[in-house]
């Protein structure tokens, strides 16, 4: 059974850090790996999907990398701002069905 | 990317009774799934919700407490039966192809 974890529970950073969030997954056989953003009373927000077959994704601030041969893999966050203030959750795509599983988040919280 | 919509948005209930949510999504989508997120928990599948079959529940999970219909390709309900203070929950749905899309989520207060 695939299990994910998410490393650091919570984050608190000032604002303008380059910073790393962090997540391993048990099962290294995926489909691919999904980052999530999730505001308080929200739902998700998918940031960066990344397929089995590739190392990483960019988009704007983020880069999110993926070594499935070690089940890891790392979301980076480029001079972090206030807004980025969020729970950031990692969920692993085992087969093509497409359900996920997820990690326990990372709860960041960038300080101006 | 597909955007999903869901009613209600937050509700409060008596226990011993049932809440039905719905999930609506703007395009079609083969799979489509429900989740629960648990006061200060991360996300737990509770069934992926089959179009013209019975939903697959997920261990934990039965269809006599978590009945889902799914009668087309852009639309899925879930019911919360005989609920009790432990369904107290965020109830999300997702639904898209190999990136996988949310809902806002219900907020579910069972009293």
């Known amino acids: 059974k695939q299990e994910v974890t998410q490393i650091p529970a919570a984050l608190s950073v000032p604002e303008g850090e380059n910073l790393v969030l962090n997540c391993s997954f048990t099962d290294s056989a995926i489909y691919n790996l999904q980052w999530f953003r999730q505001d308080p009373g929200k739902g998700l927000t998918s940031l960066l999907l990344i397929q089995s077959s590739q190392r990483e994704q960019t988009s704007g601030r983020l880069n999110a990398s993926l070594d499935k041969s070690s089940g890891r893999s790392t979301l980076y966050i480029a001079a972090s701002q206030p807004g980025d203030s969020a729970t950031y959750l990692c969920?692993?795509?085992?087969?093509?069905?497409?359900?996920?599983?997820f990690g326990g988040g990372t709860r960041l919280m960038v300080k101006p | 990317s597909a955007v999903i919509s869901q009613k209600p948005s937050r509700d409060i209930c008596q226990r011993g009774t049932s809440l039905t949510i719905q999930c609506q999504v703007d395009?079609?989508?083969?799979?489509m799934f429900w989740y629960r997120q648990q006061p200060g928990q991360s996300l737990t599948l509770i069934a992926t919700a089959n179009q013209g079959s019975e939903a697959t529940y997920e261990s934990g999970f039965v269809i006599d407490k978590f009945p889902i219909s799914r009668p087309n390709l852009t639309f899925s309900t879930l019911t919360v039966s005989n609920m009790s203070p432990e369904d107290s929950s965020i109830y999300l749905c997702s639904g898209g192809g190999h990136e996988q899309f949310f809902g806002p989520g219900t907020r579910l207060t069972v009293l």
């Open positions: 395009s079609q989508v083969t799979m």
């Open positions: 969920a692993v795509n085992n087969n093509a069905g497409n359900m996920l599983t």
